[in-house]
């Protein structure tokens, strides 16, 4: 989701897996949101949407669904990275944690060219995901139970939505630094690129405090603190 510079902090968290030298870690925050998360699916949507099915068969649904969801996460960030060790830059560690993940980068890109490369290939695979899932949907349809065809559909959506969302152009997410890769080869300045990708950033921030804010008042208090915490990270994070 987000990107940020190496620092000369230990590293923190569970160590999940390394690949090509990078190390994929879970921040303890992590198990929340991975409790929460399928806690919503195994005991709310699936039951709500697809009903006739026992409770395992529930949780076994919301668990799968759950895994491959971070799973995803895990694989948007990977994309990042490996497109960022291909341009010469490393990639220390990518972490997991209550608002999703992020990489350590152990220097800005030192072009434009080379910072858009890097922040498209996020939602592409996330795009890519979701229409890797679909097909399956689409192919196993009459293979398996309608609850297991239900978490193929959700995951579609899931990367779908994680793609978007990512899109807005707003640092840090990926559409703030294609935003910001724009406007630095249009101007030639890295400093004022950062700075308008930044304001939005915090404008999209507030605006999703706000939102929060009307959820909370309007009795949606899960979803309403949800987006107000996202949007208080982002605000922090621009």
């Known amino acids: 989701m987000a990107s940020e510079r190496s620092s000369s902090a230990p590293p923190q968290g569970l ?48 668990l799968v669904a759950t895994l491959l969801f971070f799973a995803s996460v895990v694989a948007h960030e990977i994309s990042h990275s490996l497109m960022a060790i291909r341009s010469g830059i490393h990639i220390p560690e990518i972490t997991l944690f209550i608002f999703g993940g992020v990489a350590r980068l152990s220097e800005e890109p030192k ?30 349809g009459g293979w398996l139970p309608d609850l297991f065809i239900a978490v193929l559909r959700y995951l579609a959506f899931i990367n779908v939505a994680l793609g ?48 929060g804010a009307l959820q909370i008042f309007a009795g949606a208090l899960i979803n309403g603190v949800w987006f107000l915490f996202i949007g208080l990270f982002l605000r922090g994070m621009s």
Do not use: H
């Open 111 to 140: 072009d434009p060219k080379t910072e858009l490369k890097i922040a498209v290939v996020g939602p592409l695979c996330s795009f890519a995901l979701a229409a890797l899932f679909w097909t399956l949907r689409v192919f196993l």
């Open 15 to 62: 160590t999940l897996f390394r690949l090509a030298g990078i190390r994929v870690a879970l921040d303890f925050s992590w198990f929340i949101v991975f409790a929460l998360v399928l806690l919503a699916l195994s005991a709310g949507y699936f039951p709500r949407n697809y009903p006739g099915y026992d409770q395992t068969a529930y949780w076994l649904a919301g």
């Open 164 to 211: 978007i969302f990512n899109l807005v152009p707003g640092f840090p997410l990926d559409g703030g630094r294609i935003l910001r890769a724009l406007w630095w080869w249009r101007t030639g300045s890295l400093t004022r690129a950062t700075k308008v990708a930044a304001d939005l950033g915090k404008g999209f921030a507030v605006a999703l405090m706000v939102l």
